[in-house]
C-alpha cells in the first residue's frame, strides 16, 4: 500500500488548507483512513480518521474546524483545514490500516505552517 499525501504550505492564522492522500497498491480491506500530526518536539498523534462505512473521529482540538471526508472512487481521502491556529503547524501524515489495532501504513508527511 502506498500513501501519497499532498496539500501542505504556509498559511495565516484563521485560513484554510486541504490536504489529500491518495491511496494505491494493495488497499482492498483498507477499513481506517486517518491523518496524524506531529509537531516539534511532540508525539505524533490521531488528528483524524474515517472508516469505510463513514464513521468519523476527531481530535477534540479541531473538533468543528477540520473535516475528513473520502472519495471511494479515487481511493482519496481529504482533510479540510478551516480558521487553521499556529498551533496547528506540524507535519501531517496520512494514514490507513486494515484493523484499527494496527499500525497500518504511512504515507510521507506534508508541512502545515500556520502563521500568527
Known amino acids: 500500500v502506498q500513501l501519497q499525501a499532498s496539500g501542505g504550505g504556509l498559511v495565516q492564522a484563521g485560513g484554510s488548507l486541504r490536504l489529500s492522500c491518495a491511496a494505491s497498491?494493495?488497499?482492498?480491506?483498507?477499513?481506517?483512513m486517518g491523518w496524524y500530526r506531529q509537531a516539534p518536539g511532540k508525539q505524533r498523534e490521531l488528528v483524524a480518521r474515517?472508516?469505510?462505512?463513514?464513521?468519523?473521529n476527531y481530535a477534540d482540538s479541531v473538533k468543528g474546524r477540520f473535516t475528513i471526508s473520502r472519495d471511494k472512487a479515487k481511493n482519496t481521502v481529504y482533510l479540510q483545514m478551516d480558521s487553521l491556529k499556529p498551533e496547528d503547524t506540524a507535519v501531517y501524515y496520512c494514514?490507513?490500516?486494515?484493523?484499527?489495532?494496527?499500525?497500518?501504513?504511512w504515507g510521507q508527511g506534508t508541512l502545515v505552517t500556520v502563521s500568527s
Open positions: 474515517i472508516s469505510s462505512g463513514g464513521t468519523t
Open positions: 494514514n490507513g490500516r486494515r484493523d484499527i489495532r494496527t499500525t497500518g501504513y
Open positions: 497498491g494493495s488497499i482492498f480491506g483498507i477499513n481506517y
